[in-house]
């Protein structure tokens, strides 16, 4: 044989080995998109690959997938944190989470202040008679417990949650307004030890509100000391977000001192118009403590409006001992005399929300119980008073005592120059404060605030897009490779080779909040594939009805 004959022979042996070398297979390929990988830098096109639950290539590399999704035109980015979901009841009874889903969360964390346990037998008792429009079975006893529960239901997010420190008191104290004797507070350091272990993420408070209010700095600072040996955070809704704001922000820089541990401030705001001003001195502390060492971050959701109960209108005295003792109160005629000249001062020992809103026109109802009370949804106090023939604030007592719940109710209290100047903030993440809905159903018996349906789609569509507040890249970065680093959760919130697959495909182009204070039950619109951990749960927008939701776990878990 000639040398030419050998070498040409030599030639197609090595391109029939190339040629039967297997080619890799993977799950699921998304081609021809736009990534943004989580970190804030500038995006590249191509392909990404998944392989069971996890991102195995991305880029360019070869190989096919089972399945393969088009992304052309579109955004690829990791999926979205909500920081503050109150899903705990809504995801119990409908684990599809669409409201959510379908602006891209992934990761739903809970337990501002309240948690879903650990809870005793009187506490079991209690939840299952306050419930609403909403019922479930309580059969849990621990946070752990309960974030099993969803898991082993079926949830389309990922869940996780802080230990409420409110929960905690609960547990030892009740309602009373006291300091914990030295076993109580022994008692409440073993149960956060315990939540801890199971997966909490740190200690979460709640600081307006009763019994929480009652606590002292002491209090809160020992419960964080535990969190803080499992590597948690501390996470409040602050003591004051109106007229003691900065005395609140200093409370929170000196736990986290004392403490020794990472904190984040719910829903950053300066609530009531004559505190806009502040906004710039709470920066401006918290960029200092930033400096000297303390890790403080922030989040919030991206409208001028809160939502809570009428609960924050009336003074925290009249609502020791629980529900039931509030309404003994505002049915005898001295007490009530009393807490409605209190709804009338600008109070500086609580928070009133009432007041720093300005008028009863800026407060709206959107959740009642009693059928008898319902027609009354999305009418604001005012038009209610106006109706009943009462005053704004004898109707709002009337309103708690004959609803047999708090009554939920939006308040109008912040500056839009405000929002956008915090949005700007590179420590800022963002959380909804509401439940994961869907827009049919039991959930329609009341009205939400529509934080509930377009939080998320509204950083992207108005404040990116239309109105250029930061760029689409960073905003990514703070709706997911930020919030799970402060939370220390490991191989989330970036897309990289060895991540969870919590992947969201969207439009930058069209994705838009809808929801409006008048009608919020309106989904977002804009995202066309939501993967959880490599499993599609939602498809060309709309719900696969897959539950590939997990608990994820804090970084102290055992």
Not at 201 to 206: K, M, T, V
Request: net charge neutral; proline share 4%; with cysteine.
């Amino acid at each position: 044989m000639s040398q030419h004959l050998r070498f040409w022979g030599f030639v197609s042996l090595l391109a029939l080995s190339f040629s039967c070398q297997p080619t890799t297979q993977y799950d699921l390929v998304i081609r021809n998109a736009t990534l943004y990988d989580g970190s804030g830098g500038a995006p590249i096109q191509g392909d990404l690959a998944i392989s069971g639950d996890t991102i195995a290539a991305m880029g360019k590399f070869t190989g096919k997938g089972k399945t393969e999704v088009d992304a052309a035109g579109m955004a690829l980015s990791p999926g979205f944190v909500n920081m503050l979901s109150w899903g705990t009841e809504s995801l119990l009874v409908d684990g599809r989470g669409l409201s959510d889903i379908k602006q891209g969360v992934t990761l739903e964390v809970m337990g501002e202040g309240w948690s879903m346990g650990p809870l005793n037998e009187q506490m079991k008792k209690d939840e299952a008679g306050s419930q609403g429009d909403i019922k479930y079975d309580i059969s849990w006893t621990t946070l752990g417990e309960y974030l099993q529960t969803l898991e082993k239901k079926g949830v389309a997010p990922n869940v996780a949650s802080f230990v409420g420190a409110t929960t905690l008191r609960i547990h030892e104290i009740g309602y009373e307004d006291r300091q914990p004797s030295p076993e109580e507070l022994k008692n409440m350091q073993m149960l956060a030890r315990q939540a801890m272990e199971e997966g909490a993420l740190g200690i979460g408070s709640s600081m307006i509100y009763a019994p929480a209010t009652y606590a002292s700095t002491d209090e809160l600072i020992t419960l964080s000391r535990v969190a803080s040996q499992y590597g948690g955070m501390y996470i409040t809704h602050m003591r004051s977000e109106g007229n003691k704001l900065l005395e609140a922000v200093d409370e929170v820089l000196r736990i986290a001192r004392d403490a020794n541990i990472p904190a984040e401030i719910y829903h950053l705001k300066a609530a009531g118009k004559s505190n806009w001003a502040k906004m710039d001195k709470v920066i401006a502390k918290i960029d200092s403590a930033q400096k000297a060492g303390l890790k403080i971050s922030a989040d919030m959701y991206t409208y001028t409006a809160g939502a809570t109960g009428l609960d924050a209108a009336m003074p925290t005295w009249a609502q020791e001992g629980g529900y039931a003792e509030w309404v003994k109160r505002l049915q005898d005629p001295a007490t009530r005399k009393r807490v409605i000249a209190e709804m009338k001062t600008d109070a500086q020992d609580w928070e009133n929300l009432y007041y720093a809103a300005g008028s009863a026109e800026k407060l709206l109802l959107v959740g009642f119980r009693a059928d008898s009370l319902k027609k009354f949804t999305g009418k604001t106090l005012a038009e209610v008073s106006k109706i009943r023939g009462k005053s704004p604030e004898e109707t709002a007592c009337d309103l708690v005592v004959q609803d047999g719940s708090r009554v939920g109710t939006v308040y109008f209290l912040m500056s839009e120059d405000n929002v956008k100047k915090q949005i700007k903030l590179p420590y800022v993440s963002f959380g909804s404060d509401a439940g994961a809905l869907a827009s049919e159903g039991d959930f329609l018996k009341s009205s939400t605030h529509p934080r509930a349906y377009g939080n998320f789609a509204r950083v992207l569509g108005k404040y990116v897009r239309e109105e250029k507040v930061i760029s689409l890249e960073e905003a990514i970065r703070r709706l997911s490779a930020l919030p799970c680093e402060n939370l220390k959760i490991a191989k989330r919130g970036k897309l990289a080779p060895g991540y969870f697959a919590d992947v969201v495909v969207f439009d930058p182009k069209t994705i838009a909040d809808k929801a409006t204070f008048d009608t919020p039950h309106q989904y977002a619109v804009g995202v066309k594939h939501v993967f959880v951990n490599g499993i599609q749960v939602l498809a060309n927008g709309e719900p696969t009805g897959k539950a590939a939701g997990r608990f994820v776990k804090g970084p102290g878990a055992k």
